[in-house]
C-alpha cells in the first residue's frame, strides 16, 4: 500500500513541476514605470504588439487604401490572415460597418509573410509575420464624405508566440487620414491582380464541409481526452482522484451517477465556452487575458488549497473531504461532483494540449453552430475517462481501500494546489501581485474565522463566523484593489541628477520624493501625503517637476543624492524652488502631513514660465 501510494504521489508531483513554466514575457517588464499607482505601474496588461491604422485617399492612380501596420516585440511572431486550415491559427481583421465606406477588396501584407513547411503540422506550409509590417486593402469612400473628418474602425485578433508559448491577443484600432504607406509598385500590382471584383473582408465565414468538421471534431475529441493529463488540470484531478478512492465499494448506480454529473460539470462549462466563442468571439483560454478572472482563479484555488489542509471545510458534501480524518468517508454529492467538473475544466483553459490548436483555429472561418459541435466533442472527451469509470465500476474496486492515509494525501494535494497558485501569479502582471497576495491574506483570515467554529456549534455560531470571515475577506480584498492598486495622481519621473538638474536650469520648480518599497513610512507618505488630489492640483498648476527617487535596490546614485541634502536616510521630500540655488532646497523628513507639503509648495513658488505668465496651464 506505502509503496503504491509514494509512487502514485511522485508521479502526479513530477509531471506537474515539470510543466510549470519558468519564463513570462510579462513578468519581468511592468509598462508604464514609476506613474501607474503608488507601488508600480498602470493597471493594463502587457500586450506583444503595437498596431496603428490610417487611410488615405485615390492618388497617382492608386485606390483609397486602408492600411493597418503592425510591429511585434522582439523573437516574438504572428500567422498571417492567409495562413491555411489545419496548422496555427491565422490572424483576422475586421473592419466596423459604416456607411461612409466600403471594402472593396481582401487585406494583402507588405512585406510578405516568410513561409516554411512545418513538419509539426504535417509539413503544412505556415505563414509567419514579425518585425513590423503592414496590412493594406482598397476603400471606396462614400460621396460626400469628408475624408479630414472621417474614422475607420476594426480590431485585429492575432495569435502571437515566442519560442515557448502562445497567447490571442486583440487589438482594436482606429484610422484617420493620413499620407498612407509606401508600398513598392511590383508588390501593389501583384496585390491588384489578386483582387476579385467583389472581395469579401477577411472575417467572412466559409461553407461547413462535412468530411472535414467530422475530422476536426475527432481532434476535438482527442484533444479533450488529453486535457486531463495537461499541467494546468493535473493538481485539480486529484480531487477526482480522492473521490474515486471513496467511491470503491459502493453501488454501481451511485458510481456512475457521480461520474456523470461530474461529466455533466464538465460539459457545462464547454458549452458557456461555446456560447462565448459563437457569440462574442471569445477564443479558448482567452478568459486569462482579464485580470479580474485570472484574480478571482487565484484566490479560488488558494481557498481550496485551505479546505485541504484543514483551516476550513467548502459547505459542499464531499467536495474536498473532511478535515477531520474520522469523517473521511463522507460520501460525495451530486453538487460536489458536478461543482469538481466545472472547476477542473476552468483550469484546464490555460493549456492547449496537442490537436487543439489547429481545431480552434478552423473555428475561425465557420458558423456559429459549428462552435458548439467542436466544444461539445472537447468536453465529452475530457470527461469521456469518468464515465467509462463510472460504467465499469471494477475499475474503482481496484484502488486501496479508504482510510487515513487519505488524510495524508489529501494534505499533500493542497500543497500541489499551492504550487498551481504560484503558476497562476506568473499569469499576473507585477502590479496585481502585491493586491492579490493582500486579498489571499484577507481569505486565510475569512477561511480560519469559519473553520474554527465547529460543525456541531449552534447554528447562529455558524453563521456569525460564516458572515464574519466573508466581510473580512471582502472587506480586504477591497482594500487591496480599490487603495494598494489605486492610480497615481501625480504623474511622477524616475529620478537622474542630469534630470533634475536640466529641469533647474530650464527654471522649472522640481519636488524630489526619496523613498523605497521597503520603507513603510515613505509608502504612507507617498499614499497619504504626497500623491493626494490637493497637492497633485498644486503640482499641475505651479508646473512642478515631479521626481520618485526609488531607492528600494542599492544606488550610489540616490545615495550621493541624499548625502548632498545632508541626509543618509528616508523618507525624505526635497522641494527645489524654480531659480534658487541648492541652499534654497526645501526639505521635508519623516512622517508628513498634506498640509506640510502644500505649503512646501506654495512657499517653493511655481516654475518661471508658469509665474511669468500670471495663470494655471
Avoid at 487589438?171 to 499620407?179: C, D, E, F, N, R
Avoid at 512646501?600 to 511669468?612: D, F, H, I, R, V
Amino acid at each position: 500500500m506505502d509503496t503504491w501510494l509514494r509512487r502514485w504521489t511522485w508521479m502526479v508531483c513530477l509531471l506537474f513541476l515539470s510543466a510549470v513554466p519558468g519564463r513570462g514575457a510579462e513578468f519581468f517588464d511592468p509598462p508604464g514605470g514609476f506613474g501607474g499607482n503608488a507601488f508600480g505601474g498602470p493597471g493594463l496588461d502587457a500586450k506583444h504588439a503595437a498596431v496603428t491604422a490610417q487611410f488615405a485617399t485615390a492618388k497617382d492612380g492608386q485606390p483609397a487604401r486602408l492600411f493597418i501596420t503592425t510591429t511585434i516585440v522582439p523573437n516574438w511572431y504572428t500567422y498571417s490572415i492567409t495562413q491555411k486550415p489545419g496548422g496555427p491559427i491565422r490572424t483576422v481583421i475586421t473592419v466596423d460597418e459604416s456607411k461612409d465606406l466600403r471594402l472593396l477588396g481582401s487585406f494583402v501584407a507588405h512585406p510578405a509573410p516568410a513561409k516554411k513547411a512545418e513538419r509539426d503540422f504535417d509539413n503544412l506550409i505556415v505563414e509567419k509575420h514579425t518585425g513590423t509590417f503592414t496590412w493594406y486593402a482598397p476603400i471606396e469612400l462614400t460621396a460626400g464624405v469628408d475624408p479630414a473628418a472621417l474614422k475607420i474602425t476594426g480590431k485585429v485578433a492575432m495569435q502571437l508566440c515566442d519560442p515557448g508559448s502562445c497567447v490571442p491577443e486583440d487589438y482594436t484600432w482606429t484610422a484617420s487620414l493620413g499620407p498612407g504607406v509606401e508600398i513598392p509598385t511590383a508588390a501593389a500590382q501583384e496585390a491588384a491582380a489578386d483582387i476579385p471584383d467583389e472581395a469579401t473582408p477577411s472575417n467572412t465565414k466559409e461553407p461547413v464541409v462535412l468530411s472535414n468538421l467530422l475530422v476536426q471534431l475527432g481532434f476535438a475529441f482527442l484533444g479533450g481526452l488529453i486535457l486531463n493529463l495537461m499541467p494546468c488540470v493535473l493538481p485539480v484531478i486529484s480531487l477526482k482522484i480522492l473521490s474515486f478512492l471513496e467511491q470503491a465499494g459502493e453501488s454501481r448506480g451511485r458510481i456512475f451517477a457521480l461520474n456523470a454529473w461530474y461529466a455533466a460539470g464538465i460539459m457545462s462549462v464547454f458549452i458557456v465556452l461555446a456560447a462565448l466563442a459563437a457569440g462574442a468571439g471569445l477564443a479558448w483560454g482567452e478568459q486569462f487575458t482579464l485580470p479580474w478572472f485570472k484574480v478571482a482563479m487565484t484566490a479560488l484555488v488558494f481557498a481550496m488549497a485551505l479546505s485541504f489542509l484543514g483551516v476550513w471545510e467548502i459547505p459542499i458534501p464531499g467536495f474536498v473531504g473532511r478535515g477531520r480524518v474520522g469523517e473521511l468517508q463522507v460520501q460525495e454529492g451530486a453538487k460536489g461532483a458536478f461543482a469538481k467538473g466545472v472547476f477542473t475544466t476552468i483550469l484546464a483553459t490555460p493549456c492547449s494540449g496537442p490537436f487543439l490548436g489547429p481545431v480552434f483555429g478552423y473555428l475561425l472561418t465557420q458558423p456559429p453552430v459549428v462552435a458548439y459541435l467542436i466544444f461539445g466533442a472537447v468536453g465529452l472527451g475530457m470527461a469521456s475517462p469518468y464515465l467509462v469509470v463510472g460504467a465499469f465500476p471494477k475499475l474503482i474496486k481496484k484502488l486501496p481501500r479508504p482510510g487515513e492515509w487519505m488524510e495524508t494525501v489529501k494534505q499533500l494535494m493542497a500543497f500541489l494546489l499551492l504550487g498551481t497558485v504560484i503558476y497562476l501569479f506568473t499569469t499576473l502582471n507585477p502590479i496585481y501581485f502585491i493586491p492579490t497576495l493582500t486579498l489571499l491574506m484577507g481569505l486565510w483570515f475569512g477561511c480560519w474565522w469559519i473553520g474554527r467554529t465547529p460543525l456541531t456549534a449552534e447554528p447562529g455560531a455558524r453563521a456569525f463566523a460564516w458572515a464574519g470571515g466573508t466581510l473580512s475577506a471582502a472587506a480586504i480584498g477591497l482594500f487591496a484593489f480599490l487603495v494598494l492598486l489605486a492610480p497615481a495622481n501625480i504623474p511622477w519621473q524616475p529620478f537622474s541628477p542630469d534630470a533634475v538638474a536640466k529641469a533647474r536650469a530650464e527654471g522649472k520648480t522640481v519636488m524630489v520624493d526619496f523613498s523605497a518599497n521597503w520603507c513603510l513610512t515613505c509608502k504612507a507618505n507617498l499614499k497619504f501625503a504626497i500623491d493626494t488630489r490637493a497637492v497633485a492640483a498644486k503640482v499641475e498648476e505651479n508646473q512642478v517637476v515631479p521626481v520618485l527617487a526609488d531607492w528600494t535596490d542599492k544606488s550610489p546614485v540616490i545615495k550621493e543624492a541624499l548625502n548632498k541634502l545632508g541626509s543618509n536616510s528616508i523618507p525624505l521630500l526635497a522641494i527645489y524652488p524654480a531659480g534658487g540655488s541648492d541652499k534654497d532646497v526645501i526639505i521635508l523628513r519623516d512622517v508628513l502631513t498634506e498640509g506640510q507639503v502644500l505649503e512646501a509648495l506654495e512657499k517653493a513658488g511655481a516654475s518661471k514660465e508658469t509665474a511669468a505668465s500670471g495663470k494655471t496651464p
